[in-house]
């Protein structure tokens, strides 16, 4: 068997690994929160306990979890000032507890 032919053999191997990989995670793009869990699981949520009317539990009078400072981010409560609208990690942070704010609805949802 020639070099070539044995480079070949091994490509296709590759590829067949490949689509069952690709069948693999589709199987799982119907749950895709199975996707997620391993990497929610180590990292302790960032907005954890966040709902539609309660800051996250990490957040305190003193220390908006959002905005990281003594006045409370919560999207449904106000959102963030304009002088922290400056603050790009401040508005991404925001942005995210929105998102998160609109799974944790649809997770609710039967
Ligand atoms: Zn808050």
């Known amino acids: 068997m020639s070099d070539e032919h044995k480079a070949k053999m091994r490509a296709g191997r590759e590829r067949a690994a490949a689509e069952r990989k690709a069948k693999a995670i589709i ?6 929160e199975l996707l997620n869990m391993p990497k929610k699981l180590k990292a302790v949520p960032e907005f954890l306990g966040i709902t539609k009317t309660d800051c996250p539990v990490g957040c305190t009078f003193e220390h908006c979890i959002i905005t990281g400072g003594p006045y409370c981010g919560h999207p ?35």
């Open 27 to 32: 199987g799982i793009s119907k749950h895709p």
């Open 76 to 110: 449904c409560k106000g959102g963030i000032q304009p002088a922290q609208m400056q603050n790009r990690e401040t508005v991404e942070r925001y942005n995210r507890a929105r998102k998160h704010l609109a799974h944790v609805e649809l997770d609710k949802r039967p």
